[in-house]
């Protein structure tokens, strides 16, 4: 009866036992390949330099397939049932969300770009007065502010048009790329009057990059634009989106982050997300819900391999089964707590929106100067912003490092793979943009490999005497055999005990 009533199920991966036979027959492989090289070493000179280097690639490439083994033993996949949540808390129970789209560069991310993003997530099938969307720009770009503010006018006809007609996806820059047009003659009219009001705002946007000016009539439409002078750059500059400034606007206790070249594809990824947080069993100790990336720019015949699809049909589904999924830094939905170093506890308990309630007394203005405030730059000086509080960024790998530090607070996190995307955007295709992008994933993987090798090698030699005790010492002081296999008897028996904190129901 509780499988019947829980709001998601983990299920396990069909052929699991076909894989584990290939790999039981591919490791010995590896292990003969690797003791013929160290046999069969040639003498100086003859061909030896290019034989070790040979044993060294192999080395490595037979220590990274032993490795992902952990991560493709098992893997699981989660299903989620809507309807359930929908008729447990209907609409007026659902929890508030903040979203936040970041942008870096102008440049390199035009403001037309992070609008249809901004738009497309905006346009989520989820109650209006529960949505709270920010733009989060570290550039601090005159007309990214000016795109989003025309992106507010167009809205006004784009977001009812997608809810009138359930249309996906709901990027306008993605809809209209289609060819396919509506076949209904009044839908029609309106799909090319909404199409024409698009492509006029992109139009405008665009032109007023190029020429550098925003026109004078708009910058006396919004006070926003008053605040930009010469002197600013995007390492001074006006307060952008950071969490505490949601925390003082609306305080949401859902945080959702995308990065402004994924836009939404799926309407109803709030609503999957929700289905872990909110179930009655297990959702207390998911601290976030990781979304994978998806690309719509890349064939099957990509020879790079940048489809991820190894990483997001097995490896990230490995991970998942062992509550251990990461965070990526895009696309991820977070409990707030957990991005406020708050530990998980066995009376956590969870009161949806009881603060947002709390602050509907405030006026705007209050809001506003206290946001301000908190914004500022000084703000984080002598805290635990940035180290344990918020995103971590004070290393080169902070969504890695944020995600952990969370697992290490007690959270656990899934991965939610839906059969229509949730996020899609632009993959790289280019040699030099594979070789910077896997640049970025070497980081991000060597500062952490990097970091348990150090703690590795410092509990090596912390524990260096007992290690001689059992192997090296010749006197009385040396542990008997007996001691040391009943020691390591113990020590795996406790490994095999399952954590209750970490148990699924796997159907």
């Not at 100086?44 to 033993?73: C, D, H, K, N, P």
């Not at 009812?160 to 249309?167: A, K, L, S, T």
């Not at 030099?432 to 090698?457: N, P, W, Y």
Request: with cysteine; proline share 5%.
């Amino acid at each position: 009866m509780a499988a019947a009533e829980s709001l998601f199920v983990t299920e396990k991966i069909g052929g699991r036992a076909l894989y584990r036979l290939h790999a039981a027959t591919v490791f010995p492989g590896i292990f003969l390949v690797l003791c013929y090289r160290a046999a069969h070493v040639p003498a100086a000179g003859g061909g030896r330099a290019a034989w070790l280097g040979m044993l060294a690639a192999e080395l490595w490439f037979g220590f990274y397939w032993v490795i992902t083994q952990s991560v493709r033993w098992a893997p699981v996949r989660r299903r989620t049932f809507k309807d359930r949540l929908h008729a447990r808390y209907g609409s007026d129970r659902l929890p508030c969300v903040d979203i936040f789209v970041c942008t870096a560069d102008p440049q390199s991310e035009p403001p037309s770009l992070v609008i249809a993003t901004v738009l497309s997530v905006m346009a989520y099938d989820y109650p209006t007065e529960k949505l709270t969307v920010y733009l989060s720009d570290d550039g601090c770009s005159v007309f990214t502010f000016y795109a989003l503010w025309e992106a507010s006018v167009f809205a006004k006809h784009w977001l009812p048009f997608c809810r009138r007609h359930n249309i996906e996806p709901r990027s306008p820059a993605a809809y209209f790329s289609s060819e396919e047009k509506p076949r209904d003659p009044s839908v029609l009219q309106e799909w090319l009057f909404i199409k024409g009001l698009y492509e006029e705002m992109t139009e405008r946007i665009d032109s007023a990059v190029m020429s550098g000016i925003i026109p004078e009539q708009t910058k006396v439409k919004h006070k926003g634009f008053c605040e930009w002078d010469a002197g600013i750059t995007s390492e001074d500059h006006q307060p952008i989106v950071q969490i505490r400034v949601s925390s003082v606007i609306s305080n949401s206790p859902i945080i959702m982050n995308v990065d402004c070249d994924m836009y939404s594809n799926n309407a109803e990824s709030i609503k999957d997300a929700l289905c872990f947080f909110l179930d009655d069993e297990k959702g207390r100790k998911i601290g976030f819900v990781q979304y994978p990336q998806n690309y719509n720019n890349l064939t099957k015949n990509n020879i790079y391999g940048n489809s991820l699809n190894v990483i997001n049909e097995v490896e990230m589904c490995g991970l998942d089964s062992v509550g251990g999924q990461p965070y990526i830094g895009t696309g991820c939905f977070h409990r707030r707590e957990t991005l406020c170093g708050i530990r998980l506890s066995e009376d956590y308990e969870k009161h949806w929106n009881q603060q947002i309630k709390e602050k509907t007394q405030w006026h705007i203005d209050q809001i506003e100067e206290k946001a301000k405030s908190s914004a500022t730059c000084t703000y984080e000086y002598r805290t635990v912003w940035g180290s344990e509080i918020g995103i971590i960024y004070d290393c080169p790998v902070e969504d890695v490092i944020t995600g952990l530090a969370i697992h290490c607070r007690g959270w656990e996190s899934v991965n939610i793979n839906p059969s229509r995307p949730a996020f899609i955007g632009v993959g790289p295709t280019t040699l030099t943009q594979t070789i910077l992008q896997h640049k970025r994933f070497s980081e991000d993987m060597g500062f952490v490999i990097t970091s348990k090798v150090l703690l590795c090698a410092v509990l090596v030699i912390i524990n260096s005497p007992i290690y001689e005790a059992m192997f090296l010492r010749k006197d009385k002081g040396r542990i008997p055999f007996s001691v040391t296999l009943s020691s390591i008897g113990l020590v795996m028996l406790a490994l095999s005990i399952k954590n209750p904190m970490r148990a699924y129901d796997i159907a």
